[in-house]
């Protein structure tokens, strides 16, 4: 039996370097690599193919994430701000047709930066993190309810959730029951999951039940392999092969633990600032996995069926 792994790719989303814009609207900091360089505003669609390139090559499977409305420039039902439309569209269509058959999709927040306010559509002088954590179902189901509904009309259909930043974490049951609710609200799915845990130092764990009742469940699915890929954001000179060889390393640590290999990465990883040694480093990552011949990739939906009833 091959020993299941799935790639977590967080942040994607139009035309939007989202991590750019933290800087500014979240951390009121210029937004500057380490070693001084200007992080860059947009992430072109030629980078997309390049990913789908690379994912074809070695059969990459797991998440990625849509941000429905990043940096509130805009959306992925109008477009984002400052292009045509049709390169929104043209970025959708090509996430659908070549990313679809081994990725689920997931929204990663409304703006993955302010929070929104529903009713007058104005943001927050707040970010969704910080603002998230002192919520309760009441509040967060439409939060995320507005998130599914962005992505349906985009044509997506988004059968998990990613958190932005740790989204809920402080009040994770809370959470837990609004976006059962929303699935069910948008979606009429009774059966999700959701990525929030970050497990790295704990190699064993594997997915579990976060909730379950007569109708369905949701599956919690933690990250066990850290993002390496980011250090390419902030030094230029980093080795492509090095990142992908101690990727390498911990997820066989993983395995040995007995956990479930789950690799999260980021966008702005793989782009490193325009630089995108990251997607070099993951090419190399996806040779050595392949090399391995232990391992096959699979989508969260497929990690999320196969985890028992506790
Ligand atoms: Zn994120």
Request: charged fraction near 25%.
């Amino acid at each position: 039996m091959p020993i299941p792994i799935a790639l977590l790719v967080d942040d994607s989303c139009p035309l939007i370097h989202v991590f750019r814009f933290h800087w500014e609207d979240v951390h009121h900091r210029d937004p500057m690599t380490k070693d001084g360089r200007r992080l860059l505003d947009h992430i072109p669609n030629s980078f997309l193919n390049d990913f789908c390139e690379i994912c074809d090559r070695w059969g990459f499977a797991g998440k990625f994430s849509i941000v429905p409305a990043p940096a509130d420039r805009g959306d992925v039902v109008r477009g984002i701000s400052g292009f045509p439309p049709e390169e929104t569209n043209q970025w959708l269509d090509t996430v659908l047709r070549r990313l679809s058959p081994r990725f689920d999709f997931t929204p990663e927040g409304i703006t993955h930066n302010l929070a929104v306010d529903l009713v007058t559509g104005k943001m927050l002088p707040i970010g969704e993190n910080e603002w998230s954590q002192t919520q309760t179902r009441e509040t967060l189901t439409p939060y995320l309810v507005r998130q599914l509904e962005l992505l349906k009309a985009a044509g997506v259909d988004a059968n998990g959730f990613t958190s932005p930043w740790v989204f809920g974490i402080k009040v994770e049951p809370e959470y837990i029951a609004a976006m059962v609710e929303a699935q069910r609200q948008v979606c009429r799915r009774e059966s999700s999951w959701y990525f929030l845990h970050m497990r790295w130092e704990e190699p064993h764990t594997k997915p579990w039940v976060a909730h379950k009742d007569q109708r369905g469940r949701l599956v919690s699915i933690p990250a066990t392999i850290p993002d390496l890929w980011w250090e390419t954001i902030d030094e230029p000179n980093v080795e492509p092969t090095d990142i992908a060889e101690r990727l390498r390393d911990c997820t066989t640590k993983v395995v040995k633990a007995g956990g479930t290999p789950v690799v999260l990465t980021h966008w702005q990883s793989l782009f490193s600032n325009g630089l995108a040694a990251g997607l070099k480093a993951l090419d190399e990552y996806g040779k050595l996995i392949a090399e391995d011949g232990r391992f096959q990739w699979v989508k969260c939906s497929e990690l999320a069926n196969a985890t028992p009833d506790l």
